[in-house]
């Protein structure tokens, strides 16, 4: 070890020390000794702050709830406690003074924030959490806790990439921060981070999981979480540093409780089908405008190759693709038990759960999931040791078809033959067409263990200095593999099984993490000063081998590589990406009235060239709480609570590949005479570093009448520079790019505005409604020399970086009944990039929810809305051309026909009018491709009964019903306004459940 | 000792004493930087080591020939020049998906945004970065002798002429690239021919100084001398400098003492063909050529491409080419004629067939037209005959030069078809595009001579403008 640390030190040592000498320390002072046990319902409470009002003088009580305080008669002593109620006490006559806290259930105080290093009250928190508790989870049938996130929190935006089970979502907190660095948010699950990067490879997964997402995240069953906070601002990220940019989720898992053991059984079964269909032609719609468009064509005869016209094909014949290949009914069943149980020393949990959900393609395709989940926590009786154990293990296993038939749904005409022929096989109509069911014969599988693991050991070493570490363990397994057996093809063709092929996926990603972390609280003047300081070492290694193995004796055997007479292995890749830090928090909590919270990280990854490892992040957030004071208090007492709080500081983004700063060849795997070939792996650059976002908030919270309307406003700030991007380069450099630090600014600013009103709160009825709203706004700031960069097609200084630059359709010319476009440049020809200047933002204007929970009795309803204005892909997007052999949605009905139509669609062509042709695919890439998809979603509703006790001696027992994405109100015409382009859109689901717990 | 304890109690109990602790456990929580220090990954090599050994700078060479074979340029798949340009001219027709960018080739309706265009000329650049970070790569080693880098580096610059070459041929002016540095390769503007062909006579003449007379590995799948003679004799005659043309072909033709003329058209394509100049070898064992699988047809309607009826027309009967090169697939109603140069569509025990990039036929041809131009009609009609005797036909009836520079380009037709283009460069190169294709592709502009600039690649560096014209 060389000493190279010490310098990180200089600053809160000698602020330590400065501190520690100037400061006179309460034991110190003359006045006698007041002393007595804190208790609560169940007995000593330790770690009570205890402030004589007025005075430095501050101690906490101890873990058999004893203190000591120096306190005259004439002073009131305050006792403080999150979650309890805060009492203030004349002291008097008497050294004694015992005293019993009351839980405080109404109090914002109650709610105790996990803020990831440090834990806060919700009404002294400084910094911008949102969070969702297990009452919102569990009401909702999904398999991925992301999905159960959406809609519900303000300035977090979830997207589902694919209906098809065990696919990923995109999450974006505020905003996309980086032009091409990752903008996904760090996840923590139970302290350890965790890579939600998918293992899956492009070459396997990427027919049939969009975007080969394999989500990680899969394997947290949502009815173990007990809570998921996310952090948005500088104030709350800070302390993550370089990896905080994009927000940073905290998933926390369930525990054990004191008490009684008790075991609860859940079981949920449920359908599942697709939201919404296209609006098709029909046959004879079809055929129509097959005929139109051979007639414009100049046709007389139909050719060869028209089987849908020619008379090959029948032309009486009509399937509803849709129906047939992805209208299917997918059933879904989740059970669930789950032990818990302690004693005041230790309390353990344990759930055990299966879930498990068909498809909605035809054949025998499904995904199953087995989760295991373990929490033990344990203390001392003296309370100093403290010990807490989670782990989380899955293992599921997806089965799905070799390829998603969303396209083909859409894409086959109406009277294209019958799959099946008289005996029952796949019919080929003697090869005029490629049966869509072929592509079933093959199959994509992949099966995937992953633990998290996490150990943390706490030891109070004298009254006020706690010190702790937590060690942490991630394991993720995918095995994946898709086969391509010889029955995919047209059988005419003569194909044996020794043209089947299989292309398998084996990766393997495991961490550790090991962070020590001392805390300090020390009572100072009429406040609280606690400092918290640790450090973290991260490891994560990567191993990912990717192979292919074709021309097998038998299909049976496709799956024994050692059978194929020919393999390849595409990439055998080993990373290795380290990461060290200190980090660190100051907070000061001044009469309860005004906080000031310093966080700070120093950070290092080994993603970055030896002379760009390390930068620092550190943020202030500030909170007064204006309504305890008494000109509020006197003037305003319909206001039950107000805060005003505000921070201002940066985090960064590693989320670039590894060893981009190295030169190096990797292999290909490729033999050319023998000599397996190398090739350069990329451009590289050993100068790039972080990229960095500086954050700015300022919030409002208030509530009125005892807390029964609360209202929150946001307004946040934030510009990310030093933009860590693969610069696209040209063709001529021999790479697409090359990675480096890119001098420009994106501002992400907005508003988010959170409103809960306990409208009705009767013994009988119960009726609450919140609503959420965002409004984010994106810009790019800066790009000094944009107009000559590799970028100016893509942005607009001033517009979002979410913005396509496209053809602008001035609509279909009444004369020669073809698209017209603008002309931006005069030069008389339509083309890129000159003429793409159209601009159109993809990112959403707002989005929110709104729910409402009624409960009558036993009886509870939630009822949670979805909404969302932003603008998508229609299916003319990169479409085939109206009037070719694919099928095509109502809307082309209103084409032109002859000369002085005004029509919104170009006149059909069978492919062979040169300039239909061209003049469609620039629609494809024009704003006619991009539609309003503004929607409005009953996402969830759950209707839950619970048992009067009476019937079940000593059970308890609920029945439910849940259903998510239940109807979708919205005037976009591309199907679902949330589907991925060729994709499976995301399906509804409608369940229903009983739980038991004796 | 029960004072001790006291006294120590008291101690740990001050809260100076304490936080005196506090602040040296903060000390020790300090890391230290080594701890960043990855090891180096054991999946690849450093750009200094692969040159540093003849083994490693050979598989950096092997990497260009596979991807050469698979994916780019002169492969037989679709995104080669064998099925791209053939259907770009009156070669084939097409079967396959209208979606599929071949598509818009086949009907000329290319745009600047048609991912085959971007790949013809992204993956040859890719290529080229290949050749000049092994020339790069070569001239700095120093672990390696002048001896062992002097075949290498003629190699390389064989590849990055041939690659260039063929980039002019479909794109007009183009950037001639010759170093890896990026700031540099990402700002070039096009040059014109006169600036490309001074470029590629360097780096052939030096190619062809480098390069041994024999080839390197036996087989001949690894340029030698002759190969970049070749390339250069082709050069020439698209340079129409006739004289150059003659010579350089004649001192393959007539002074290598390695090739020999081959009667039978089924040996042609076999891997042993002694005709064979330069040929590409299949990735593995059994494993036989790419265009097979393109151009094979084994079920009807055909599957991707087929022979263009009026192509298949236009030989000569009794044409032995049109019987063994042309296969043909019937079911009682329709034919559809498919280019049969290569057969093995299979695995085969052993590989049966090598993809044929330079071979004698094509040089016989090229003095033929070099000839012709300067008017050598003995000369022109000898070569020429070689060729239409081995296809059983009668010696030419042409005598004039106009007539034999026809006769030969239709010779060129029957003898070259659907090899990496060669059919479309001949009509781009004499002019008869339009006057060819005009009455038979409805979607021909006089224009479409020339592919667009990759509408990406405009918009990357602005230098290349302005686009070709029609676009």
Redesign the interface.
Request: charged share 15%; aromatic share 14%.
């Given at each position: 070890?060389?000493?190279?640390?010490?310098g990180?030190?200089v600053l809160?040592?000698s602020f330590?020390?400065f501190w520690?000498?100037s400061t006179p320390?309460t034991?110190q002072n003359g006045s006698p000794p007041l002393s007595g046990i804190v208790s609560d319902a169940k007995g000593p409470l330790g770690g009570v702050n205890i402030i004589v009002k007025n005075s430095a003088r501050g101690t906490q009580s101890d873990l058999d709830g004893h203190y000591e305080i120096a306190a005259q008669r004439s002073d009131t002593v305050v006792f403080s406690y999150l979650g309890y109620k805060t009492q203030e006490i004349a002291v008097g006559r008497g050294s004694i003074l015992n005293i019993t806290m009351q839980p405080d259930a109404t109090a914002l105080d109650a709610v105790v924030i996990n803020a990831g290093y440090y834990k806060v009250s919700d009404k002294e928190k400084t910094g911008s959490i949102s969070r969702i508790t297990a009452k919102e989870i569990e009401n909702q049938p999904v398999q991925n806790p992301l999905a159960a996130m959406q809609g519900r929190m303000p300035g977090i935006h979830i997207t589902q990439n694919s209906g098809v089970p065990g696919s990923g979502f995109e999450v974006r907190i505020r905003g996309k921060n980086s032009i091409a660095a990752g903008n996904n948010p760090l996840y923590v699950v139970d302290g350890v981070p965790y890579t939600i990067n998918t293992l899956g490879a492009t070459t396997v997964a990427s027919s049939i999981i969009a975007l080969s997402d394999i989500n990680p995240l899969n394997s947290l069953d949502p009815n173990n979480i007990e809570s998921i906070e996310v952090l948005k601002d500088a104030d709350a990220t800070a302390i993550y540093g370089s990896r905080g940019a994009n927000g940073v989720v905290l998933i926390t898992t369930k525990s054990g409780k004191n008490g009684d053991t008790k075991l609860t059984v859940r079981a949920l079964s449920g359908l599942a089908s697709i939201t919404r269909k296209l609006d098709l032609l029909n046959t004879e719609q079809y055929l129509a405008m097959r005929r139109e468009a051979f007639a414009n064509d100049g046709y007389t005869e139909y050719p060869?190759?028209a089987y849908d016209l020619n008379g090959t094909w029948q032309t009486n014949r009509y399937t509803d693709w849709q129906e047939e290949l992805i209208g299917g009914t997918a059933y879904t069943n989740n059970v669930q038990a789950t032990l818990t149980g302690g004693n005041a020393q230790t309390s353990f949990l344990l759930s055990g759960g299966y879930y498990k959900e068909t498809t909605v393609f035809p054949g025998d395709f499904k995904y199953g999931k087995g989760t295991v989940h373990a929490k033990m926590d344990h203390s001392s009786p003296n309370e100093k040791l403290k010990v807490s154990f989670s782990a989380n293990y899955a293992a599921d296993k997806n089965e799905l078809p070799g390829a998603d038939l969303s396209l083909q749904a859409k894409n086959l005409p109406p009277n294209a033959p019958a799959l099946y022929d008289s005996e029952g096989n796949l019919n080929w109509e003697?090869?005029?067409w490629e049966n869509p069911l072929a592509i079933l014969n093959g199959e994509y599988t992949n099966s995937t263990n992953s633990l998290i693991a996490n150990t943390v050991l706490s030891y109070k070493?004298?009254?006020?200095?706690q010190?702790q570490t937590s060690l942490g363990y991630t394991d993720n397994r995918l095995e994946e593999d898709r086969t391509s057996p010889n029955t995919i093809y047209?059988p005419?063709?003569?194909?044996d099984s020794?043209f089947s092929s299989i292309y398998l996926n084996s990766a393997h990603r495991s961490s550790w993490i090991v962070e020590?972390q001392?805390n300090?609280e020390?009572p100072l003047g009429q406040g609280l000063l606690k400092?918290l300081?640790?450090?973290t070492?991260q490891q994560q290694t990567a191993d990912i081998l990717t192979k292919f193995g074709s021309?097998f004796p038998s299909n049976n055997l496709i799956h024994n590589l050692g059978a194929a007479?020919?393999i390849l292995a595409f990439a055998?890749?080993?990373?290795?990406?380290?990461?060290?830090?200190?980090y660190g928090r100051v907070n000061y909590n001044w009469k309860e009235k005004y906080i000031l919270n310093l966080t700070g990280r120093h950070d290092?990854?080994?993603r970055f060239g030896p002379d760009n490892?390390?930068a620092n992040f550190a943020a202030v957030g500030v909170a007064w709480l204006y309504s305890d004071e008494p000109f509020v208090k006197n003037n305003l007492p319909f206001l039950s609570f107000g805060k005003l709080r505000g921070s201002y500081g940066s985090s960064g983004n590693d989320q670039i590949g590894?060893?981009g700063y190295?030169?190096?060849?990797?292999?290909?795997g490729?033999?050319?005479?023998g000599?397996?070939?190398?090739?350069?792996?990329q451009?590289y650059n050993p100068n790039y570093g972080w990229e960095i976002n500086e954050k700015f908030e300022i919030g409002l919270e208030t509530a009125f009448f005892k807390n029964r309307l609360q209202l929150n406003a946001n307004y946040y700030d934030n510009r990310s520079s030093n933009q860590l991007t693969g610069i696209?380069?040209?063709?001529?450099?021999?790479?697409?790019n090359?990675q480096a630090n890119l001098n420009a600014t994106v501002q992400n600013y907005g508003w988010e505005f959170s409103l809960v009103s306990n409208n009705l709160n009767s013994e009988v009825f119960k009726w609450t409604t919140s609503f959420n709203i965002s409004l984010p706004k994106n810009k790019l700031l800066e790009f000094p020399n944009l107009e000559?960069s590799?970028y100016?097609?893509s942005y607009v200084i001033g517009e979002p970086i979410t913005i396509r630059k496209v053809y602008h359709v001035l609509g279909v010319n009444p004369e020669t009944g073809i698209f017209e476009f603008e002309d931006y440049n005069n030069d008389g020809?339509i083309?890129?990039?000159d003429d793409k200047q159209m601009v159109v933002d993809m990112a959403p204007k707002y989005y929110g929810g709104l729910e409402n929970v009624l409960s009558y009795k036993n009886l509870r309803l939630d009822i949670f809305f979805q909404f969302n204005k932003q603008k998508a892909s229609n299916n003319f997007f990169y479409g085939?051309?109206p009037g070719?052999?694919a099928n095509q949605t109502t809307e082309v009905l209103d084409r032109w026909q002859q000369p002085g139509d005004e029509a919104t669609m170009q006149m059909f062509t069978s492919?062979?009018n040169?300039e239909a042709?061209?003049a469609f695919?620039h629609y494809g890439?024009s704003d006619g491709s991009i539609s309003d998809a503004p929607f409005v979603r009953l996402k969830n509703v759950a209707l839950t009964y619970t048992l009067p006790e009476s019937v079940l001696k000593g059970m308890d027992c609920r029945v439910y019903m849940q259903g998510q994405n239940v109807f979708t109100i919205t005037k976009f015409n591309g199907g679902d306004p949330e589907r991925v382009s060729g994709f499976l859109p995301p399906l509804r689901q409608v369940a229903m459940g009983v739980e038991l717990s004796l | 000792m029960k004072r001790l304890q006291l006294i120590r109690n008291r101690l740990?109990?001050t809260?100076?004493i304490?936080?005196?602790?506090?602040?040296i456990?903060?000390?020790l929580?300090?890391?230290?930087?080594?701890?960043?220090?990855?090891?180096?990954?054991?999946?690849?090599?450093?750009?200094?080591v692969?040159f540093n050994n003849e083994?490693?700078a050979?598989?950096?060479l092997?990497?260009?020939?596979?991807?050469l074979?698979?994916n780019t340029l002169l492969t037989g798949t679709n995104q080669g020049l064998s099925v791209l340009m053939g259907l770009y001219s009156d070669e084939l027709d097409y079967?396959g998906s209208?979606?599929n960018a071949a598509?818009n080739f086949y009907?000329?309706?290319v745009?600047?945004?048609n991912s085959a265009v971007?790949s013809l000329?992204?993956d040859s650049?890719?290529v080229?970065?290949?050749a000049?970070?092994i020339i790069e790569g070569l001239e700095k080693s120093k672990e390696l002798t002048q001896e062992q880098k002097e075949p290498l580096l003629g190699e390389a610059l064989f590849l990055r002429a041939m690659v260039h070459f063929h980039l002019y041929t479909l794109f007009g002016d183009i950037?001639y690239?010759t170093t890896?540095d990026?700031k540099v390769?990402?700002a070039?503007h096009r040059m014109d021919w006169d600036r490309v062909y001074s470029l590629l006579l360097d780096d052939l003449s030096n190619a062809k100084n480098f390069l041994p007379d024999s080839y390197p590995?036996g087989?001949r799948?690894?340029p030698n001398r002759y190969v970049a003679a070749t390339l250069l004799s082709k050069v020439y005659l698209y340079a129409e400098e006739w004289g150059k043309a003659e010579t350089e072909s004649s001192t393959i033709l007539d002074g290598s003492g390695i090739y020999v003329w081959e009667e039978n058209l089924d040996l042609v394509f076999q891997k042993e063909s002694s005709t064979a100049i330069w040929q590409l070898?299949p990735?593995?064992a059994?494993?036989n050529t790419l265009e097979a699988q393109s151009f094979v047809v084994?079920?009807?309607?055909p599957?991707n491409v087929a022979l263009s009826n009026g192509f298949v027309g236009s030989f000569e009967p009794n044409d032995l080419r049109r019987e063994k090169w042309i296969g043909e697939l019937s079911d009682g109603i329709?034919t559809v004629y498919f280019p049969n140069k290569y057969k093995e569509v299979?695995?085969t025990g052993e590989t049966l067939e090598y993809a044929v990039v330079f071979r004698l036929a094509e040089l016989y041809l090229i003095r033929a037209e070099a000839r012709a131009q300067q008017s050598s009609i003995l000369g022109a009609v000898q070569d020429l005959n070689k060729i239409r005797s081995r296809a059983g036909l009668s010696g030419t009836t042409a005598d004039s030069k106009e007539a034999l520079l026809d006769a030969v380009l239709e010779e060129r037709k029957h003898e070259l078809f659907t090899e990496q283009g060669q059919r479309w460069f001949d009509l781009k190169r004499t002019n008869s595009a339009t006057t060819v294709l005009g009455p038979i592709k409805?979607?021909w502009k006089a224009t479409d001579i020339l592919l667009p600039i990759?509408?990406?690649?405009?918009?990357?560096?602005?230098n290349?403008q302005p686009?070709n014209p029609?676009?």
């Open positions: 070890m060389k000493n190279k640390y010490r990180y030190y809160p040592l330590a020390l520690a000498l320390l034991s060869v190759t003697n090869g005029t070493l004298f009254e006020r200095l010190l047209n005419d063709w003569g194909l020794g020590p001392i300090w020390q400092i300081a640790g450090a070492f021309g007479s020919y055998d890749r080993h990373t290795d990406y380290r990461y060290e830090a200190i290092g990854s080994s490892r390390f590894d060893y190295l030169d190096t060849y990797s292999t290909t490729v033999p050319y005479n000599n397996i070939g190398i090739s350069p792996t451009l696209p380069l040209p063709g001529t450099t021999g790479f697409g090359i000559q590799t100016r097609n020809v083309s890129a990039p085939n051309t070719t052999m492919g062979d040169p042709v061209l695919s890439e | 740990l109990n809260p100076k304490q936080f005196v602790g506090f602040v456990l903060l000390v929580l300090g890391g230290c930087e080594d701890f960043l220090e990855v090891e180096f990954p054991e999946d690849r090599l450093t750009g200094t692969v083994a490693t050979n598989a950096a092997a990497d260009i020939y596979n991807k074979r698979d079967y209208p979606g598509y009907n000329h309706t745009i600047p945004s971007a000329w992204n650049y890719n080229i970065y290949s000049n970070a950037p690239i890896t990026y390769n990402s070039v590995y087989e799948i690894r070898k990735s593995t059994g494993s084994l079920s009807l309607p599957s329709e299979d695995f409805p979607g990759p509408e990406n690649e405009l918009s990357l560096n602005p290349l686009q029609g676009y």
